[in-house]
């Protein structure tokens, strides 16, 4: 009987946008993760916490954000790429065999996707996975964001709110400033009115205009659901007159920095 591949398993969920999404992610933490080190096995704990950080925005979503059905296709998709990449996780696992049988249950796949389950779950969520031999290469800049977007970032319970000034290069890695207000929902424009801009102190005391170019910040809308459209074409960004000026013209960064410097659980970086 011929091995089914990953790319095989996942095509059968139907949902190529949210698949790559997922896919670019795990490769960007697992490419930092073995920075370094590319003999031993991937460091679980290097990629899962950001990882999931970022997509329990879906994960642990209620119906308004995510659908039932998108959330059992992202915990399936979620495990057979962790195998994929060398890493599995019994929880992840159970939560994507369950949500396997609630695709089945729904009839929310094809016939082919009924028939391949088992095999599926024994191939790739009961399977131990292949270590990697190479570090995965980092996923590309693209950018569907443009200047003049005003996005809700969410970090846990925290909405941080941001505003694209422009890309760093054409459509890749949009250059954000943070407005200074944390809400605990997706704010409106409204809530923003005269909202001033977030800086960054250094250690002479001085807080100086803060911006970063940021790279897997790509698709609009975000399939992780953690990055929230609130308003495009907006002229002007949040106010930034009380900083000083900025040292360079922006941060060279990604989401998962950018997501950890707003308080998400710490990670090692080599």
């Not at 950080?53 to 979503?61: E, F, G, I, K, T």
């Not at 200047?147 to 909405?159: I, K, M, N, R, T």
């Amino acid at each position: 009987m011929k091995t089914m591949t990953h790319a095989q398993a996942l095509k059968k969920l139907a949902a190529d946008t949210q698949v790559q999404a997922l896919d670019e992610d795990i490769a960007r933490l697992v490419a930092w993760a073995m920075l370094g080190n590319k003999k031993d096995p991937v460091d679980p704990t290097r990629v899962l916490p950001p990882l999931l950080q970022r997509w329990n925005c879906v994960l642990q979503a209620g119906d308004a954000v995510a659908s039932a059905l998108y959330r059992h296709k992202t915990a399936v998709a979620l495990a057979i790429l962790l195998h994929k990449y060398g890493i599995q996780d019994q929880a992840i696992n159970a939560r994507a065999e369950a949500g396997m049988d609630a695709l089945n249950q729904a009839v929310a796949l094809d016939d082919d996707f009924f028939r391949k389950t088992e095999a599926i779950k024994t191939a790739f969520l009961q399977t131990p996975p292949a270590p990697l031999k190479r570090s995965p290469a980092m996923p590309d800049h693209l950018s569907f964001y443009r200047a003049g977007d005003v996005v809700s970032l969410q970090v846990g319970a925290a909405f941080h709110v941001l505003y694209v000034h422009r890309c760093a290069r054409t459509n890749e890695s949009p250059v954000i400033e943070f407005y200074e207000t944390v809400f605990d929902h997706v704010p409106t424009m409204q809530e923003l009115e005269g909202a001033r801009a977030r800086g960054q102190r250094y250690n002479d005391g001085r807080e100086r205009i803060s911006k970063y170019s940021v790279s897997g910040m790509k698709f609009m809308p975000d399939p992780a659901a953690q990055l929230v459209l609130v308003k495009a074409c907006v002229e002007t960004g949040p106010d930034n007159r009380h900083l000083e000026p900025g040292v360079g013209l922006y941060t060279v960064s990604d989401i998962f920095r950018v997501q950890q410097g707003l308080g998400a659980t710490p990670w090692p970086i080599l």
